[in-house]
């Protein structure tokens, strides 16, 4: 294979171009001490690395054709949407960027046919960046956004299907069916948590809402979206109570994730509806529409609560994130409306500007994280010699006690394999 082969097609936002030359910067920070009066060259000169910037791409990018302008029209209005946008590198690859430049458009009577566009844009997908910036509050911005269009998205999919009282029957069924899904997830995150019942009566009082409103599926909608936000946001607001240790902070972000399944594939495994006459398509698009829904709130919800969660390992953090990652691009793949329509392809972007700060927040968790190995224990001992043995410290039996359910630490038994912080 050839370095020709593994060149893409450059876009931006989805809107093509080609590419005359691009050009990647990365500002490495440093402090920089000199020692005049030392002789020797390495003990004169002392470079303390301070990290580095996210990269910069700067893409002198240019359309052809008879209908140049067109598609120099459309790259210019993807280049001023505000927020981070989609870029397809040729050389780089898939990076979500955020434009820092002056737009520069170059046309002339002696290239006629053609424009040339450069522009400027930092990565903000840089996973290595440890960033100082508030990712979980990035996160909560592009979650909402995406949850709102999420819900316009609906709208307009109800709107445009909806015309008969048999087709908004089966709306009716999807949502009551939602609804039984999210009390489950509700009732196992209580029950995984030691939660007490007022927690389900939050939910069973959004049920209530929703059977009173059902004949306005837009109404419906929303509050089913907010029932979801509410119930992930139920173990942040109790960790403290709940998390005992190391072992239970892994437990309660896996539970978490775990109880949040179910809906994440709600519609996905059902058979296929029967025919309505005179509108079976139809039916078939709002049931889509209402899973779509269903499953893009499930998804992002849970997302955007795991990352107000304490992790036990840098491992897990970047499983979880490589977790939702694949439930993200499976929702947008199986979403019929994703890219088709207008409304489609705003929600669309949303989902991937979301992904992105998600994928973020969870990178960002990972590098605060110690990395974990297994240690197999090779013959009976206290659990101070195993961390006087692995860390020097025999004080540290607690960090290992903590990760760790060992029923007694007097005496550990052969065999058994621990987590243990490198």
Not at 125 to 148: G, K, M, N, P
Request: glycine share 6%.
């Amino acid at each position: 294979m050839t370095w020709r082969d593994n060149l893409r097609p450059g876009s931006f936002r989805g809107v093509p171009f080609f590419v005359e030359r691009a050009r990647t910067e990365l500002r490495i920070f440093a402090h920089e001490q000199t020692f005049p009066d030392r002789t020797a060259a390495e003990r004169a000169i002392r470079v303390i690395p301070l990290g580095h910037g996210p990269r910069r791409f700067s893409i002198s990018a240019y359309v052809i054709g008879d209908d140049y302008m067109e598609r120099r029209d459309a790259l210019e209005a993807a280049l001023q949407q505000p927020g981070p946008g989609r870029l397809v590198h040729p050389y780089r690859g898939d990076r979500t960027v955020s434009i820092v430049s002056v737009v520069r458009t170059d046309e002339s009577p002696q290239r006629g046919g053609r424009a040339g566009i450069e522009f400027t844009c930092v990565d903000v997908s840089e996973a290595a960046l440890a960033s100082r910036a508030d990712t979980q509050a990035i996160v909560d911005r592009d979650v909402d956004a995406f949850i709102s269009e999420l819900a316009d998205d609906f709208d307009t999919s109800y709107l445009e299907e909806a015309t008969d009282s048999s087709i908004a029957a089966e709306s009716v069924r999807r949502f009551n069916g939602a609804s039984s899904a999210l009390r489950e997830a509700s009732q196992a995150i209580s029950q995984q948590l030691g939660v007490i019942d007022n927690f389900a009566n939050r939910v069973r009082a959004f049920e209530a809402d929703l059977t009173r409103i059902v004949a306005a599926p837009s109404a419906a909608a929303r509050a089913f979206l907010g029932a979801v936000g509410a119930v992930a946001g139920l173990p942040a607001s109790v960790i403290d109570a709940a998390v005992q240790s190391i072992a239970s902070v892994r437990t309660v972000v896996d539970d978490t994730l775990d109880a949040f399944a179910p809906l994440a594939r709600y519609g996905r495994d059902e058979p296929p509806l029967p025919a309505v006459s005179g509108g079976d398509q139809a039916q078939l698009r709002l049931v889509d529409a209402v899973n779509t829904l269903v499953r893009g709130a499930a998804i992002f919800e849970s997302a955007r609560a795991i990352g107000t969660l304490p992790f036990a390992s840098r491992q897990q953090a970047e499983e979880v994130g490589l977790r939702i990652a694949d439930d993200i691009d499976e929702w947008i793949l199986d979403s019929p409306a994703a890219g088709d329509t207008v409304s489609g392809a705003r929600l669309f972007e949303r989902a991937q500007v979301a992904r992105a700060s998600v994928i973020r927040r969870l990178s960002t968790i990972a590098l605060t994280l110690p990395e974990v190995v297994s240690h197999v224990v090779p013959h009976p001992q206290p659990l101070l010699v195993i961390a006087h043995h692995l860390y020097g410290d025999a004080r540290r039996e607690t960090d290992i006690l903590e990760r760790n359910f060992v029923l007694n630490p007097d005496l550990v038994p052969d065999d058994l394999e621990l987590e243990v912080a490198k």
